[in-house]
């Protein structure tokens, strides 16, 4: 149902790496980055970068993982890849 990735342009590369993972619906961050938020001065950046940050478990509940009949890859590494960069 989740993974844990640290925050890095160019972690997921293949658009089937989470092919067949239909269960998928949370991304968890690794590397400090909450530490880094939780230090932004103003409190409209906190509030923005944690939406930002959430955004993807939003997401992913409705994006199709791929692996059936009607649908080869799915969307879920081009949500996540899209979504770090929105991040980053």
């Known amino acids: 149902e989740r993974i844990t990735i640290p ?45 930002e940050i959430d955004a993807i478990n939003q997401i992913l509940p409705t994006t199709p993982a791929g692996g059936n009949v009607y649908l080869e890859f799915g969307e879920i590494a081009q949500a996540v890849r899209l979504w770090i960069r929105s991040v980053l």
């Open 7 to 51: 925050l890095k342009d160019g972690m997921i590369t293949d658009n089937d790496i989470f092919r067949g993972c239909e269960k998928m619906k949370h991304v968890d961050l690794v590397g400090g980055v909450h530490e880094t938020i939780t230090a932004l001065l103003l409190e409209e950046w906190k509030n923005v970068m944690s939406e």
